[in-house]
């Protein structure tokens, strides 16, 4: 090992300093003690990137506080929406722990929304309000106004990590590979990006909070962290992928006319508090003919309204923009300044005013499903390596039920970090240089930046072929032509890696970050080709029917291969 | 592909419309790595009405120069509050700066380290990489 590569030691490594992996970090280093060091490594900057800052709208828990409530009742809704591939432990661990994750967090001043009409309090007896949102038996949402759920959730892990002294926050630093001995996970090796340079992670036990893989697509809701980076790291790691052929597309991203300063999915709250109507190119209402209901109660499920708006736009009823309209131009100002807020200002800043036109929205990719096989404890097949979060697959099955991503990020990170702790407890670690040498000299190698291959453009190809051909609507033609297309890009890529060395080396991360996105856009492909039927966020034209022969997982093995599971 | 839709969400896939006059945003572009003068160097960036700062930028690395040096993660909605830059001496977020059709100076903050071209160091310092073990 060269000299100068920096080395950091930590007990427990948490990878992604999102909701998941902040909740991780604060558990972990809560059961080890404080002299213990967990370090908590982002590619951004520490509670900034992710998804979860990103998340305007609601956390489904049930905390009875709106109307009666029980977690089974939460339980059974997340197993019908999962279309009967959700991984039964994994979606009662989310629901029987949630309302614990969302008490503890009030206690640290997030300000859930109460019945008082403002946010609250610590120690608030308060009732909290809790949202109806589709696919719920009943009002189980909370949320923080206005559109401020996920901002409050971030600042408050963060102000709870600072207090830590056993933890310690890195940002500007991107895993590349993690590091194996003995088939167990040892740590990894990352690239510090301000500095260009390489650095060895030596940790007893790594948590994986990478989020999911939305920046796969040209349309998405995600932040430019979330290319699939912890699916890649485990995979190649030896922890299999389970349900990569679902992504969920939010059928209501915003599309047009331009905004900027807010969130592509920021009129779901409008649409829990005051309904809407969304209407085809022609302004009249659709989504009835799709054999559900929308007349100004928001209680379509969201795999029935990407397939009702994709259709009428493939039938050549959509809006300008190839959406649909969406009508808040029925309901008062008053009304829409109290569901809204200042985001009402925000938007008239815009040149957007609700009261007087309809706004253009589609679908747009928003979560993933899929991904790392683990257990109720966290645990992948790999020793010593854990998951958290959306990283995580199986809990949401097929089309996971709204508001079940921030509940999972803060139940499943909680528990990876407990199990990593007692990982970190019980076991010594004994590493050898080997593993280490050979990734970091994997990141060192390389030639000059400009090399007549641009990494950022061919994010935006990957991008555009994998939203026309790998979307919510798919084909074996369509799959095929997306393979063929993949393979090329990575053999394009193949002879163009900058090497490391240079500050703040954004051609380098791309070059990275699009290496990840291949791999995991062809296990998305290739679990999509293979799965063939229609079922939840996977919809394949050429088998329109969801098949009972078809209620088991396809699961990724290290080798590439594709298994079937029951 | 004449009724391929508009990826407005990206910023960066736009159709644009036929038999118009071309707008341009010109971009003055200061560059250096910590320790260099700064150099300034000239984009001429495709201007659509409602466009941000932050994406002429990402326009800019996909289709001219990827080595330019900039910092997000949201990408649009200003929640990471990472992209902060100068847009003529002015301090804002490059993702709710709107882009203008004509002469635009961008630099990166003055107050903080350069790391290279349009980042800069804003993380807190128990934030950041030890400097060294």
Redesign the interface.
Known sequence: MKPSVKTIEADVLVIGAGGAGMYAAIEAARQLGPDARVVLADRSLIGRGGATIMAQMTVAVAMGHQQDDHWEHHFNDTLTAGRGLCDPALARLLCEQGPAAIRELDDWGVGWARQDGRNGTPGSTVPMRQAHAPGHDRPRCVYVDFLNTGPAVSKTLRAQLNRMPNIQRIGDLLVTQLICEANACVGAVALDISAGTPVRLNAKATVVATGGLTRLYARNSASANMGGDGYALCLAAGAPLIDMEFVQFFPIGHLAPRLIGMDPIMWDPFRYKLGGRLLNGLHEEFVHQYGASDAGQYVVTRDLATYAITKEVAAGRGSPHGGAWLSFEHISEAQLRAAGGPVIDRLLANGIDLTRQAIEVAPIAHYHMGGVQADVHMATRVPGLFVAGEAVGGANGANRLSGNAITEALVFGRVAGESAAQYAKTHEQCVTDTAFVAAVNALVQGGAAVSGFNPAAGIETLQALMQLDVGPFRTAEGLQRALTQISALQTQMQHAKPAAGVPYDTALVDWLDLRTMLSVADCVTRAALQRTESRGAHQREDFPGMEATWERHLRITSMGQIESSQ | MG????????G??RVKPMNQPKQIAQLSISRA??GETARIERFDVPFE????VLDAL?WI???QD?????????????????CMLQVDGKTV?A??A?LEPRAMHIAPLPNKRL???L?T???PP?????T??
Request: hydrophobic share 30%.
């Open positions: 009724a391929s839709p508009a990826y407005y969400i990206d960066s896939d790595t910590f009405s409602g466009q941000s990402r690395r996909a289709h990827p080595t330019l040096a900039i910092r997000y993660a949201c990408t649009s909605a200003n929640t990471c509050k990472e977020y993702c709710t709107r790391v290279r071209d980042v160091e804003i993380a128990d934030e950041r990489m030890p060294m073990r």
